[in-house]
């Protein structure tokens, strides 16, 4: 049963989390607080010890200070920010960080300039009813939960948490 709630949790808030800035360009705080909540629950019901746990919160304190930094300069939003770090908080402070980071780098990017591509067209896809959320078209901002959800499920299978209850079922 903790099983499926570890495979399920995570993308679940993730694509939570995705669709919501995609229609709305906001990521409700219970998203992210869904996603710390459930990893300090489940971390211990898997075994893992107590350091371990420790580094997964250096980590995502690491990521939340890198955000927080990020948000101060109007470069990210506060949703994408504690989105980061809760999400963060799964991959602790070692190589599935860093992937989960890498992963949201580059999708990002890819984001980035799909949407700007997409913003260059808006008066042709208004012209021909595209089925296109308007927030997409009008607003100023890149809504990067996208990425850090796309990222987070690609680099969701490296997590501790996620390798530990695999090796609880074998």
Request: hydrophobic share 65%; glycine share 8%; charged share 5%.
């Amino acid at each position: 049963m903790l099983e499926t709630a570890i495979l399920l949790i995570f993308p679940l808030c993730m694509s939570i989390a995705a669709i919501s800035d995609l229609l709305t360009m906001t990521i409700p705080n219970r998203i992210s607080l869904a996603l710390a909540v459930s990893f300090f629950v489940l971390a211990p019901a898997f075994g893992l010890p107590l350091a371990e746990i420790a580094m997964h919160l250096a980590g995502a304190g690491a990521v939340f200070l890198a955000c927080f930094a990020l948000f101060a300069l109007n470069v990210m939003g506060g949703g994408d920010a504690k989105l980061l770090a809760a999400a963060a908080l799964w991959f602790g402070f070692d190589s599935s960080l860093v992937e989960f980071l890498v992963y949201i780098a580059f999708i990002g990017g890819v984001v980035t300039v799909l949407i700007v591509l997409l913003r260059s067209q808006s008066s042709t896809i208004m012209a021909i009813g595209l089925p296109v959320p308007g927030s997409l078209l009008v607003a100023k901002k890149i809504p990067y939960g996208i990425a850090i959800a796309i990222g987070g499920i690609l680099a969701f299978p490296s997590s501790p948490l996620l390798i530990a209850a695999t090796h609880a079922t074998l």
